[in-house]
């Protein structure tokens, strides 16, 4: 973790105490439109059986591709971390008023994902559940701390909205792979993401309004350091890997679908005004770096289109 001087706490609580009634707003609003869903009714109980002790898992079990493998194990894996995610979120934000009323609720929330999932892959043996163990023991063991990686609660809160909208794509293309009882979980998770995604998005745009230059700067760090969802996890690159070349989350995605909107139209970055020569000179470099991913992004959809379209024959 950052220990951070003085003068970016006093800037950082400045902005907070200015979004205050927004983050009161947003909250009121994330109650008003999430429903209750309860994880046990979603997990086909009647398909589970005893596990005895030492017994091999047999993937044959439960057909899946390899790549659908590696999202829930990535995705699952990402809502275990949560510990290290309320800390972060405790880091940025506070324990008071709205901020902590916040996080103990996206706490709770987010929980029921790792339930609801862990639940419905045991049922199903839809992944190695000893593999999948010894990979939460040392992913939670090890803990990795997103805040390491934040300087101040503008970055923060770039980040959390990039990271749930990111997560949200992760979980409903994977989704879209699987059938039934599987299918529905996912989704299920997905619509609670996206009204995580929709708190911090508004919340950033708030935050903008407050400190744009501070939050300008917040998007190229950002932008240039972002990892997609697991990053941390036990061969977290392989099974990235198979994700990308499945189209469940890949560069192309993590461009067209989280960077170019949120980023550029939602934010607008583009076109905010007021900004220090030290933020205008960043608002150009990251533009910059962005229609340099853009066009990666595209070699990566072109490849990706080919390769599937081969397969397919």
Request: proline share 6%.
């Given at each position: 973790m950052h220990r951070l001087d003085s003068q970016t706490l006093s800037e950082d609580q400045k902005l907070l105490d200015a979004t205050a009634s927004v983050a009161e707003s947003l909250f009121e609003r994330h109650l008003a439109k999430t429903k209750e869903w309860f994880p046990h009714e979603l997990v086909?109980?009647?398909?589970?059986?005893?596990?005895?002790?030492?017994?091999?898992?047999?993937?044959?079990?439960?057909?899946?591709p390899d790549a659908v493998r590696s999202a829930l194990y990535l995705n699952l894996l990402t809502e275990d971390n949560l510990p290290y995610y309320f800390h972060?979120?405790?880091?940025?934000?506070?324990?008071?008023?709205?901020?902590?009323?916040?996080?103990?609720?996206?706490?709770?929330?987010?929980?029921?994902?790792?339930?609801?999932?862990r639940d419905w892959m045991t049922v199903t043996r839809a992944v190695d559940p000893v593999v999948l163990e010894r990979a939460r023991m040392a992913q939670v063991g090890t803990g990795y701390a997103p805040e390491g990686k934040l300087s101040n609660t503008c970055e923060g809160v770039v980040y959390v909205t990039l990271q749930e909208l990111a997560t949200r794509i992760s979980h409903r293309n994977t989704g879209r792979l699987l059938d039934g009882p599987g299918q529905e979980v996912m989704a299920k998770v997905a619509t609670d993401e996206n009204f995580h995604f929709l708190f911090y998005r508004d919340l950033a745009t708030a935050m903008i309004e407050v400190d744009p230059s501070r939050m300008v700067m917040a998007f190229e760090t950002q932008v240039k350091?972002?990892?997609?969802?697991?990053?941390?996890?036990?061969?977290?690159?392989?099974?990235?890997?198979?994700?990308?070349a499945a189209g469940i989350y890949d560069f192309n995605i993590h461009y067209e679908q989280i960077l170019a909107p949120v980023i550029l139209r939602h934010w607008r970055l583009e076109s905010l005004t007021g900004l220090t020569p030290e933020a205008e000179q960043s608002r150009d470099r990251t533009i910059a770096h962005m229609k340099r991913i853009e066009r990666v992004s595209k070699r990566v959809a072109d490849r990706r289109d080919r390769q599937m379209a081969a397969s397919s024959h």
């Open positions: 086909p109980w009647s398909r589970g059986r005893d596990f005895e002790p030492g017994q091999e898992w047999d993937p044959e079990e439960y057909a899946l972060a979120i405790s880091w940025l934000f506070g324990e008071d008023t709205v901020w902590g009323a916040w996080n103990r609720r996206w706490t709770a929330e987010e929980h029921r994902h790792s339930i609801v999932i350091s972002f990892q997609m969802p697991g990053a941390g996890i036990l061969e977290f690159a392989r099974h990235a890997s198979a994700t990308a």
